[in-house]
């Protein structure tokens, strides 16, 4: 189950996301019946390998057989419930493999069904190969796509907060803003998903009132692709593609680990880098997300109450197994006082964790951007903290290996 705990707090389960590749063969599960009857011979289609697998219509499917396809093209009896529901929960468990269902004499809501489920594609037995070489070029050609232009190699950082009103909203818009322009010199986007499903407020930051939100992703499932991402992706002035937090407040375990991961990896696909700006309650999805992410920045105040919850915070992330992932301190609204109470060095004893980065405070200026709805930097160019957040986002790229 997904369990939902206060921020801190280490009753944690969730690390059980699935991955699979998208180059291993295609596996025909047929009956013996349409095995006889389908004009199809192994060796390869549309430059994918052609094993097939004699099965009966309702029979469950090897886990192996599973774990080596890149694409299941499966029997589906119209007449069968079992035969139907077997494709379905394929399509439920193993929500990132293409699944194809091969009927025979299949019906408009039988179609209907299937697609709505998520499959792939749908194709009439007795199979033939002319219409297989179709289905699977399409395939192909749609999984090119998504790892072209270095996307399957975007980078997730993920925004953690100390406690509630740190900034870290803040931060990671004004930092994914400024990232754009960094990807667009590798000829790639930035994309900031609003992960806060009771109180995120990132589009409004960046005067945006999108129609489609991560809900919609959510209530969509499976049926999530490339299309219904980008639809419902809002872009911003600057460039920087925004999935908003829900306009209601949804309960944290509406999401699922595995859609959540299925989401974010879809966004990989899509764009060069991933900014997640996570709930302040941990989540089984929420921490899986921090497992899968290049970078981690943890927004802290120069106050004892945050520090003290940063500490828990860094305590629960290694009780997680997750010390590979790298953390940046990042303190916001730091202010240059002869006399102050907390400094840097401070907070570094406090958290037995180096604080290297920080951003200065300039209420006049966050505050004016945040009412407009628009970045510092149209604001106030070069910028205090502007020059703050390229050095993070500098410190950023090479802790992810993207410096040349």
Known sequence: MNFVSKMGES???GKDWKVHREDGSVILVLSEAETAAAGVLGGEVADFGLIMHMLAADAPIPGEDIDLASVLVVEVRADDDASLKRILSLQHDYPRLKIVAAVRDASLPIVRTLLRAGISDVLSLPLNRDELTACLQQIRDDLEKSVGKGAGLGKVISIVRSVGGVGATTIATQAASLQVARDAAAGLETCLIDLDLQFGDAASYLGL?????????????????RAMLRAAAAQTPGGLNVIAAPVDIMPLESASTDQMFQLVDLATREFGTVFLDLPGSWTNWSMSLVGRSDAIILVVEMTVASLRQARRQLTLLADQGLQSVPI???ANRVQKKLFRTIDLADAERALGHPVQYSVANDFPLVSTALDQGVVIG????????????????EACDEIMNRLE
């Open 11 to 13: 009753d944690i389960s």
């Open 209 to 225: 009132s999108p129609k489609l939100t991560i809900a919609d992703l959510i209530v969509a499932g499976t049926r999530v692709d």
């Open 328 to 330: 940046m301190i990042v």
């Open 378 to 393: 149209e604001i106030k160019s070069n910028s205090k903290v502007a020059k703050n957040l390229s050095s993070i986002l």
